[in-house]
């Protein structure tokens, strides 16, 4: 069974930066997007980043553009978000999700769009 373990979420001041990563077990995820997502309390899952089976393609929330990048390794078997210039509006659970497309090398930012999950990281942005 695919499984998807998440990493790296902490607690940081504004301005700060962190790196979660998310890791593939049991299986190699080369045809699989992935996608980083978060839940806020109160607040709707939505999609923060994306990046094709290949990494050719990436995608970003308005709302993080510019200071998220999203990477994968294909040896390691990881993809990792890359977070700077942190906001207490980033503060949420951070989930992984994979998929394989139908169409080659695209990624996709919707929630629904993903067939496996990690369990979440929670980063806390706060002074």
């Not at 999609?47 to 094709?52: D, E, L, P, Y």
Request: proline share 5%.
């Amino acid at each position: 069974q695919l499984q998807l373990v998440e990493s790296g979420g902490g607690l940081v001041q504004p301005g700060g930066s962190l790196t979660p990563s998310c890791a593939a077990a049991g299986f190699m995820w080369d045809d699989y997007a992935i996608g980083w997502f978060r839940k806020a309390p109160g607040k709707e899952r939505e999609g923060v980043s994306c990046i094709s089976s290949s990494g050719g393609s990436t995608h970003y929330a308005d709302t993080v553009k510019g200071r998220f990048t999203i990477s994968r390794d294909k040896a390691k078997n990881t993809v990792y978000l890359q977070m700077n210039s942190l906001k207490p509006e980033d503060t949420a659970i951070y989930y992984c999700a994979a998929v394989v497309p139908t169409v080659q090398d695209i990624c996709l930012m919707g929630p629904w769009m993903h067939d496996y999950w990690g369990q979440g990281t929670q980063v806390t942005v706060s002074a």
